[in-house]
């Protein structure tokens, strides 16, 4: 497997699924982006 400057992160809970994708620039600056959904189930 091949490192990558790409981290994900993924919060499954009972009322909502959240997740945040970020990358780091070539000034070793951080950039994210972030969505939340609620959850529709129940």
């Known amino acids: 497997m091949e490192n990558s400057d790409i981290v994900v992160g993924l919060d499954i809970g009972t009322t909502k699924i959240a997740c945040i994708v ?3 620039d070539d000034h070793g600056r951080s950039r ?3 969505s939340a959904n609620p959850n529709r189930w129940g």
Do not use: D, T
């Open 22 to 24: 970020g990358k780091r």
């Open 32 to 34: 994210f982006s972030a």
